[in-house]
């Protein structure tokens, strides 16, 4: 589980501990 500040909201996903943080962005919050 990851919790970021992203763009002043907090943000909770849950990821494998050896994703990279872009492939986070991307594929669970739609940034790009």
Do not use: Q, S, Y
């Not at 994703?19 to 962005?25: C, E, K, R, V």
């Amino acid at each position: 589980m990851a919790k970021l500040n992203v763009n002043g909201r907090v943000v909770e996903f849950a990821v494998e501990d050896d994703t990279p943080l872009l492939w986070a962005l991307r594929e669970h919050l739609d940034l790009t």
